[in-house]
């Protein structure tokens, strides 16, 4: 990993922990600027959204308050700092931290903010307000999305394929994705199941949206049955074998790394097609795999039962070894 | 499976696309019934023009190591493995005997080629 990408790292997680600070603040500053227009108690419990069934001294509900917001905060900064966590690990802490940190503010607000409109804080009415702890309880993305992804590290250095400086080299292989096949299988049976009677009764019209909704998810499904992956001069594809229509393309000049490792689904979010931010990845199985990272820090991953091959000619294709013959007649790059 | 071509070789390049293919089906990389890539598209990622990859394809048919299947495209034969591991067999059997007479790499291989004279 370059110094560029670590110091990139070290910011992201700062922001991380830093934006897990934001609700602990939001607290005191809202305190500090209702001070005065405060009551002595707040409402501070509620059985359902009617009127609250108990009530805290001010200093006691923010004591507490602080207390679920501030602790997420220093935990933040402090596993922004503390070496040795994984990535992976430092993202679902922050989620987590961020969770609580959102929910502590709202419930503050909420208390605090009802209770100076009403006065009384016994008729203080919760409502749909309670709504808004449940929505603040999602503030926890936000750290979360900001930290930086988890880097599969290479398991090995980059292996290169000599070529004579007039030759070139491609790469390709069609894969079977059976678990595609099951599941088209099974959208298909689904499919006839609800809407097979509306159209053997000559009724489709009125299920034309269900049925052309169901119709595009089987051929998605049934477009990564059989898989081409190709690895040439022009960088690496994925096309699906049966329609022919491109899944994955990824130019040769923006591949940063590319590295043949074993992929476990509970890295990549299970199986199938996964889409993650910032990384996207065709998993079949628990195995060997391809994983090519990008000038833009994305990443992508695909089963393959010979990844090895694949990634040395990529990274010989990538650094300009695999010489570029003069093309014949009538091709087209 | 690995395509490689030279074009300053003084093999053709339909000929070395051939002989990976046959390589590929006795090292095992192709197994029967594999597809191979459409000429098209291994003409584009080879560079070369369709026409070459196609004429590869028309040996390999003839030589009955794939099967060409109408708007399909190219597969390996069931029994394509069958001819040419019992070359590979011979030729394992050969630099046995050969060693076990002295012969050098390249005393083998002049015997082979005067082989192929004959």
């Known amino acids: 990993m370059s110094d560029k990408t670590v110091s990139a790292e070290m910011v992201r997680r700062v ?70 966590i994984s ?13 609580f940190g959102g929910m ?16 009384d804080p016994y008729e203080v009415v919760l409502g749909a307000w309670v709504i808004v702890s449940f929505v603040a309880a999602g503030y926890g993305i936000i750290p979360f999305l900001i930290a930086p992804r988890s880097r599969l590290e290479a398991t090995d250095v980059e292996r290169r394929i000599e070529f004579a400086p007039s030759a070139i080299g491609a790469w390709s292989q069609t894969i079977r994705g059976n678990m595609f096949l099951w599941v088209a299988i099974g959208l298909i049976v689904l499919g006839s199941v609800i809407y097979g009677p509306a159209v053997v009764a000559g009724r489709a019209s009125d299920q034309i949206f269900g049925i052309a909704v169901m119709t595009v998810a089987i051929v998605l499904v049934a477009s990564f049955v059989r898989l081409r992956v190709t690895a040439d001069w022009r960088g690496l594809r994925v096309v699906s074998a049966i329609f022919r229509i491109p899944l994955k393309r990824i130019r040769l000049d923006a591949i940063d790394a590319v590295e043949a490792a074993e992929l476990r689904p509970t890295e990549w979010g299970g199986w199938g097609y996964r889409i993650m931010p910032g990384r996207s990845a065709v998993i079949l199985r628990k195995g060997p795999g391809l994983i090519v990272t990008t000038r833009n820090e994305k990443q992508f991953a695909i089963s393959l039962d010979d990844p090895e091959t694949p990634a040395a000619l990529l990274a010989t294709l990538r650094d300009g070894n695999a010489g570029a013959p003069k093309m014949e007649r009538g091709s087209k790059p | 499976m690995l ?116």
């Not at chain 1, 990535?87 to 969770?99: D, E, I, K, T, W």
């Open chain 1, 15 to 84: 922001l991380a922990g830093a934006s897990l600070c934001v609700p602990v603040l939001v607290v005191i500053i809202s305190w500090w600027v209702w001070r005065d227009s405060l009551p002595a108690e707040l409402a501070s419990h509620w059985s359902g959204a009617g009127p609250a069934d108990d009530v805290m001294a001010v200093g006691a509900l923010l004591t507490l308050n602080l207390g679920m917001t501030g602790v997420p905060a220093v935990a933040g900064v402090a596993i922004s700092f503390w070496p040795g």
């Open chain 1, 87 to 99: 990535a992976r690990a430092r993202r679902g802490a922050y989620f987590f931290l961020g969770v």
């Open chain 1, 104 to 119: 502590g503010a709202a419930t503050w607000l909420i208390s605090a903010g009802l209770t100076m409109q009403v006065g």
């Open chain 2, 3 to 118: 395509f490689v071509v030279d074009a300053s070789s003084s093999v053709s390049l339909a000929e070395q696309i051939a002989v990976q293919v046959r390589s590929g089906v006795v090292s095992g990389d192709l197994r029967p019934g594999d597809r191979l890539p459409p000429a098209r598209d291994l003409a584009k990622s080879l560079r070369v023009n369709m026409h070459t990859v196609l004429r590869a394809y028309a040996e390999l048919r003839n030589d009955e190591v794939i099967e060409m299947r109408q708007g399909r495209g190219a597969f390996v034969r069931k029994d394509a493995g069958a001819g040419l591991i019992h070359v590979t067999e011979l030729a394992a059997q050969l630099m046995h005997e050969a060693r076990k007479l002295g012969l050098t790499q390249s005393d083998i291989l002049r015997l082979i080629q005067r082989g192929g004279m004959a």
